[in-house]
């Protein structure tokens, strides 16, 4: 390999306001109890739904509540039934807009009287009056819900239900359409469980996708099936996307649907994770990958989320348990990672390559409290890969959001929200990018009062700055030379003191130094041939990449 001198210059700012390439547009509070799923949802107008939905399918107390502000953080309106005084109590599933900004309402309603919860759906205006609503409830026996919804661009609504049916006897899946007067135009019962309790995707092809742990089925808009893809990863290899997941571990490109998946295997190590590919003839392809092949003690890798790059590039992004508290399947078993003890959770991200080449991981298990990180949900920012965490211990966290780069990992900028205006610690549960290119996250905030803790679902709005970081910070950096390099590595800096490491390809830690002076020496010798990152520990210095001869 030809030798030559480059020269990585990374910005290391050291304030998160110093470095920070989220902008603060404003920040709203409210006082939403903070339990259940919370959602931030954009209608067609511009205007932001933040959702309480029910975290039991259907069965929970019917205490949901929507509110809608304007991008200018303006509360319009919002909609619920905490007061239960119609004598009953609507749970929200779903939601979805027609080209209207009319919000529908998927779900149950749960009369106080009755033993069990009973279909809905409910339609709101755009300045939040409730227009109408119906049920699709056979009888009084059963618990029966509507599960999902989605609406085309042409206004067809879609639903899936589970109700009664006569002649199965009990509660089956149904495919429903109806008109936006709330009319019936299709209603489908799955008698066969062509696509069971699946998400429904509507990718806007013409066609309607189910996806649950097992198959992919795809509809007519009439509810015929047009294909079904067995998710097939061999024997012991047992497919599932793990609560509240589906919808965001599979995505659509070219014609193509792509789902990330956990896979449990029959040993219970579940150790990988597994990429399935299905053409628009329900040709199914399947991969398998496992993040740290380097740790003995690794178990439950569960993927959470994944960005389907325009390339064909994938981030996925979840956690995994590690320790010694793994599946101990006898004495006679060749897993010998023992029993019950200490186990710990860390997160991952991984990039796959358009050719399903696991190309780079980065690794952050739970080592330090105040540093350990959950991540909660992602985005994609010009090709780069947005992350948002839970950063910290669960009681005392606070949210961050960090950016990388898809070739390599490297860090772009990060953002750590402490106190605000709002709360004085910011928990999040989700985040969303807006068809505007304006950001927002959702949580939990607290606030510590005489009388205990207030807490309330935030909803803040950002933006990105619009100068790249080397504009704005470019009197703070760091040089790494020679690149490739074969015995020793020169990192030149003006201000950083501190630790660095130096992690391969799979994420694993290989070195450590500590930076005491402007230039310091690194010795490489011991190091394999291949491509390594440092990482600049204590600050926000990105990633830089090297090559080792």
């Known amino acids: 390999m030809k030798k030559s001198l480059?020269?990585?210059?990374?910005?290391?700012?050291?304030?998160?306001?110093?470095?920070?390439?989220?902008?603060?547009?404003w920040k709203n509070?409210?006082?939403?109890?903070?339990?259940?799923?919370?959602?931030?949802?954009?209608?067609?107008?511009?205007?932001?739904?933040?959702?309480?939905?029910?975290?039991?399918?259907?069965?929970?107390?019917?205490?949901?509540?929507?509110?809608?502000?304007?991008?200018?953080?303006?509360?319009?309106?919002?909609?619920?039934?905490?007061?239960?005084g119609d004598d009953s109590g609507s749970n929200f599933i779903d939601i979805a807009f027609d080209s209207e900004s009319n919000t529908y309402i998927a779900g149950a309603n749960f009369p106080q009287a009755a033993q069990y919860?009973?279909?809905?759906?409910?339609?709101?205006?755009?300045?939040?009056?409730?227009?109408w609503r119906i049920n699709f409830t056979q009888q009084s026996m059963w618990a029966e819900e509507v599960f999902e919804i989605e609406i085309s661009?042409?206004?067809?609504?879609?639903?899936?239900?589970?109700?009664?049916?006569?002649?199965?006897?009990?509660?089956i899946p149904h495919f429903i359409e109806i008109d936006t007067e709330g009319e019936t135009v299709h209603f489908q019962p799955d008698i066969n469980f062509d696509f069971g309790q699946g998400q429904m995707f509507l990718p806007g092809d013409g066609f309607l996708y189910s996806v649950d742990q097992q198959r992919t089925t795809k509809l007519n808009y009439d509810g015929t099936v047009v294909w079904i893809a067995e998710h097939n990863f061999g024997d012991g290899f047992s497919p599932n996307f793990g609560y509240e997941c589906t919808e965001y571990l599979v995505k659509f490109l070219n014609g193509e649907l792509y789902a990330i998946v956990r896979i449990d295997d029959a040993n219970n190590t579940d150790q990988f994770y597994g990429l399935?590919?299905?053409?628009?003839?329900?040709?199914?392809?399947?991969?398998?990958?496992?993040?740290?092949?380097?740790?003995?003690?690794?178990?439950?890798?569960?993927?959470?989320?994944?960005?389907?790059?325009?390339?064909?590039?994938?981030?996925?992004?979840?956690?995994?348990?590690?320790?010694?508290?793994?599946?101990?399947?006898?004495?006679?078993?060749?897993?010998?990672?023992?029993?019950?003890?200490?186990?710990?959770?860390?997160?991952?991200?991984?990039?796959?390559?358009?050719?399903?080449?696991?190309?780079?991981?980065?690794?952050?298990?739970?080592?330090?409290?105040?540093?350990?990180?959950?991540?909660?949900?992602?985005?994609l920012d010009n090709s780069r890969l947005g992350v948002v965490y839970i950063?910290?211990?669960?009681?005392?966290?606070?949210?961050?959001?960090?950016?990388?780069?898809?070739?390599?990992?490297?860090?772009v900028y990060t953002d750590l929200e402490g106190t605000n205006d709002a709360y004085e610690t910011s928990h999040p549960d989700g985040a969303m990018l807006a068809s505007d290119?304006?950001?927002?996250?959702?949580?939990?905030?607290?606030?510590?009062?005489?009388?205990?803790?207030?807490?309330?679902?935030?909803?803040?709005?950002?933006?990105?700055?619009?100068?790249?970081?080397?504009?704005?910070?470019?009197?703070?950096s760091a040089v790494i030379y020679p690149n490739p390099v074969n015995n020793t590595l020169n990192v030149l800096t003006d201000t950083y003191r501190g630790s660095i490491e130096v992690i391969d390809v799979l994420g694993k830690r290989v070195l450590t130094q500590t930076i005491v002076s402007s230039l310091t020496e690194v010795n490489m010798v011991q190091l394999e041939a291949g491509l390594y990152h440092i990482r600049f520990m204590d600050s926000s210095c990105a990633l830089q990449s090297f090559i080792k001869e």
């Open 6 to 25: 480059l020269l990585f210059l990374t910005l290391c700012a050291f304030g998160n306001d110093q470095f920070a390439q989220l902008i603060d547009v």
């Open 29 to 84: 509070g409210t006082d939403m109890m903070t339990y259940d799923r919370k959602r931030p949802y954009e209608a067609p107008s511009g205007n932001i739904v933040l959702a309480r939905l029910d975290d039991y399918y259907g069965i929970g107390d019917g205490n949901d509540l929507l509110r809608c502000f304007a991008a200018n953080g303006t509360l319009l309106w919002s909609f619920g039934e905490e007061d239960f």
């Open 117 to 131: 919860p009973k279909t809905e759906v409910i339609k709101i205006s755009p300045t939040g009056e409730e227009l």
């Open 153 to 171: 661009d042409d206004n067809r609504i879609f639903l899936f239900a589970t109700l009664f049916n006569a002649d199965a006897q009990t509660i």
């Open 276 to 379: 399935l590919k299905i053409s628009s003839t329900g040709l199914v392809a399947t991969h398998l990958f496992t993040i740290l092949p380097e740790l003995d003690e690794l178990y439950s890798v569960n993927p959470l989320f994944c960005e389907l790059l325009p390339n064909g590039e994938i981030c996925v992004v979840g956690d995994y348990v590690y320790g010694d508290s793994g599946p101990d399947a006898g004495e006679n078993s060749p897993d010998d990672r023992g029993g019950k003890g200490s186990s710990y959770r860390g997160s991952f991200i991984s990039h796959l390559s358009a050719t399903n080449m696991q190309t780079w991981v980065l690794n952050y298990p739970e080592e330090d409290d105040s540093a350990n990180r959950y991540p909660v949900g992602t985005f």
């Open 391 to 411: 950063h910290g211990n669960f009681g005392v966290s606070d949210q961050l959001v960090e950016a990388y780069q898809s070739n390599d990992g490297a860090v």
């Open 437 to 476: 290119g304006a950001f927002y996250t959702v949580g939990s905030g607290t606030n510590t009062t005489d009388g205990g803790n207030e807490v309330g679902i935030y909803l803040y709005k950002y933006e990105f700055t619009p100068l790249g970081l080397n504009e704005k910070n470019s009197k703070n």
